[in-house]
């Protein structure tokens, strides 16, 4: 699961009663709906389409054979039935029977409905083959870090481990007093410091006798509690200790304090991935910044997850949106302030899910839990303006020029192009018109990103310059307008297809590239080797190539129509400029009036 199975749900015949509850409660769960459709056979084949992901099915009014066709033709992809109600037990244990991984009957519960998606989530995540460390830092004193720590780590405790490790191991790492073996009430007889002072002999055996046992499936390492240590540890003992546990516990958590110091750097470079939290304060925040640009620019370490903990939505001034863009970062992921909860924890010394079941701050938890067991969730990163997804084995590498002056979209594409399977990417950045043009040269990039708005320059004045330099080369235009008249102007100047930053999606995007290149693959691949045999290549391909160009065109028209709107008049530009492409190539056989009657009943 990368945030897994419920990244890529289909939806497939759900009753207009229940829909509704249907996509608040997947929204609230992170979840995104790439296909919908009546019958079982269409999600079947979009599902086929993209062998390599995996999705979730949900399906409404379900019956026993759309199910078994689902679980059959697509086993380990879970499928979610709904049934309506009557006859309930009898219908649950024949869909269960079938295959189905969660029944339930509408009208929906909601608390139902959570509940088994998260079941689903948990049921479908993979099993850890080897030992995760992560890193837990604050990013400003007094943000919660020692109590998120452990809460995440009761949550990783419950993964299935290999023979021999448990779930999950919690260190604490103090340069003075730790808080932790407070929090817990326990007095265990080996510190962390203990461990530390002499790292030659620090062997797996030695830390598990250290280890204090609090849940099932959990056991902490805690930093002294007795006294202030007078000296901190050396960064080679910490840097040992990180390696030492890696066998022992399936996933190992550090609560980490951010000191700066050599520590802290050597201690990072061990780990897999560091969730950076901070508070709803602007301080904080620019600190979070400020780490994050350090461990990514600097020390060359992968992006850290960014978590905003106790947030309260109703601070004015800084929503999500904000917070965003203190942060300069795609948006933060959040966890709920609820402090009665875990005053009530602690006070009884239960975990949270114990003391307060119903608490928000669990499925905060639990969406940190699957980010960061998530294979996708990591991002490329680099010290420069040019990165790069690492390339695995299929997927197609495509150059591309990113032409945008704002970090923060620099960040949401980035983040939108990581999770398309079927490319991994190079992205060199352009900040302006006069930049774009410098970088770019004909042949050098497969694609090129246009936002619409520079800061320096104008979008429409860079796409008709680039498209001097290269008739060929797909060119995507962004644009937090939804004005129809500016879709249909970029059209006409030669965009490849224009979409609104508002309504942007992955899977959005994913179709714009693959109808881009397709046309830039198909021109290139009928473009005359030489001039003698340009008339009659032109002659020869122009049947087919036309008639499947002015079908691409359609279909991008028509995702394009979704989100901005298309008056009669754009329409008619709209077909004057297919006839005129036409015209050219020496096929008159589709008048402007034939095209015109055509578009009308594509988009009205």
Known sequence: MNLAILERVILIGVPVDVRELLLATLQE?????????????????????????????????????????????????????????GNELATAFALKRAGAAQVLAHPLDPSELRNALDVIAEQFMPLVSESKVIAVCGASGGAGTTTLALELSRELASIQTQTGQ?????????????????????????????????????????????????DEGL????????????????????TQLVDQTRGIASVVVIDLPCTFDAVFFE?????????????????????????????????????????????????????????????????PLTIADDFPSLMAAAKHGRSLRDAASGSPILADVHRLKSLLLSDGSRLPSSKNPVYSQPASSGP??????????????????RLHLARLARWYFDITLAVSETDSVTRFSPGLFDFVILDYHLCEGDGLSTLQRLRAMDDVVPILVLSGLSEPNVAAELLEAGADDF?????????????????????????????????????????????????????KL????????????LTLAHLQRLADRVSDELEQAGDNSISRQMLMELFLRLFT
């Open 219 to 238: 056991n902490v390492l805690v930093a002294p509690y007795r006294e202030i240590v007078p000296e901190s540890p050396s960064a080679n003992s910490v």
């Open 29 to 85: 769960r992170s979840a995104i709906v790439v296909f919908e459709c009546a019958e079982g056979r269409e999600a079947l084949a979009f599902a086929n389409s993209s062998l390599d992901r995996k999705h979730l099915f949900i399906i409404g009014n379900a019956r026993t054979e759309h199910v078994a066709l689902l679980t059959k033709s697509l086993p380990k992809q879970p499928v979610f039935a709904l049934i309506s109600p």
């Open 396 to 413: 197609r590498r495509l150059r591309v020029l990113h032409i945008e002056d704002d970090a923060v979209h620099q960040d949401l594409v």
């Open 267 to 331: 201690t990072l470079a061990r780990v897999d991935r560091v969730v950076l939290v901070g508070v709803q304060r602007v301080a904080s925040l620019r600190t979070m910044k400020l780490i994050r640009e350090i461990l990514v620019r600097e020390e060359g370490q992968p992006e850290p997850l960014l978590v905003v903990n106790r947030y309260e939505p109703t601070i004015p001034g800084l929503e999500i949106p904000r917070i965003s863009q203190l942060l300069r970062s795609p948006p």
């Open 554 to 565: 359609i279909e991008r028209i028509r995702q394009a129509a979704k989100s901005v709107p």
């Open 499 to 551: 979409l609104s930053k508002e309504n942007l999606t992955s899977e959005r995007l994913e179709r714009s590239i693959g109808w881009a290149l397709s046309r830039a693959d198909g021109l290139r691949a009928r473009r005359p080797l030489n001039r003698e045999s340009e008339l009659t290549t032109r002659k020869e391909g122009i049947e087919t190539f036309r008639a499947e160009e002015v079908g």
């Open 166 to 214: 448990i779930g999950c191991l919690l260190i604490e790492l103090s340069n003075r007093l730790g808080g932790l073996a407070t929090l817990l009430d326990i007095e265990p007889s080996t510190t962390t410091f203990d461990l530390l002072h002499d790292p030659a002999s620090l062997t797996p055996s030695k830390v598990r006798r250290a280890m204090t046992s609090i």
